[in-house]
């Protein structure tokens, strides 16, 4: 396995930084009413495909 440069070290901890963020958002859904789920679906659906680019580009770089 290569040796992980800063840039890597950097990027994984902000993953690491965004699943606690997820956790922590997940703590207060039991609490939200439906129009607060309905936007906060709306606002991570944003996210997630973001995430789901940046995948595809990291996936690609390996081909």
């Known amino acids: 396995m290569a040796v992980a440069t800063g840039e890597l070290i950097r990027a994984m901890n902000y993953v ?11 703590i207060y859904i039991p609490g939200m009413g439906a129009d607060e789920r309905k936007r906060l679906a709306e606002t991570m659906r944003g996210a997630a495909t973001a995430l789901n680019s940046v995948i595809a580009d990291l996936e690609k770089a390996d081909k």
């Open 16 to 26: 690491d930084d965004m699943n606690a963020t997820l956790r922590r958002i997940a």
